[in-house]
């Protein structure tokens, strides 16, 4: 399964294009050039997650309300070209990926290395010699990794689940 996954800024956005739970392609980008990568790869796409802004009662400012501009015109870009679009919370991943609610974002990139690293469990990157899963990954594209890891799993465990239901019947 290919897909891009998204962690959407009001200005740059930081994305990877996975192949089932490889990273292929990744980087971090003005928003500009991140629908250029939807419109460059939408019709090799199964699917474009996005990260979703959640409201937990606090008062937001400007760059939120942006982000959201963003969220949409990603979303409009991957559907127009028929592209599935799918969203995953912020807390959808920390409970995906480290079972707690209160994590931050060194528990989540921590949780990523212990599950993928071949060698460097404690970069996840490796050297540029001797590479290891992560290698060229930067601050917003582990958020991005995430959001698709997230995606891929739940619906892992949606096609687990309705394989077992079919077993009962």
């Given at each position: 399964m290919r897909i891009l996954a998204i962690d959407p800024?009001?200005?740059q956005s930081a994305y990877v294009v996975m192949e089932d739970w490889a990273p292929v392609e990744f980087g971090k980008e003005n928003n500009?050039?991140?629908l250029q990568v939807i419109h460059r790869e939408a019709q090799k796409l199964n699917a474009c997650i996005i990260e979703m802004v959640a409201s937990y009662?606090?008062?937001v400012g400007k760059d939120v309300f942006e982000t959201c501009v963003w969220i949409g015109r990603?979303?409009?870009a991957a559907g127009g070209l028929n592209c599935q679009v799918d969203y995953i919370y912020r807390m959808e991943e920390k409970m995906n990926l480290c079972h707690?609610?209160?994590a931050k974002d060194a528990n989540i990139r921590q949780a990523l290395i212990d599950r993928f690293a071949g060698f460097d469990f404690k970069?996840?990157?490796g050297t540029k010699k001797k590479p290891d899963f992560?290698?060229?990954f930067a601050k917003d594209v582990w958020a991005a990794y995430a959001t698709g890891t997230t995606w891929l799993d739940k619906k892992e465990g949606e096609k687990n689940a309705s394989e077992g239901q079919n077993r009962k019947r």
């Open positions: 800024g009001n200005k500009e050039d991140v009662g606090l008062a990603f979303s409009e707690n609610s209160k970069n996840g990157k992560f290698y060229g």
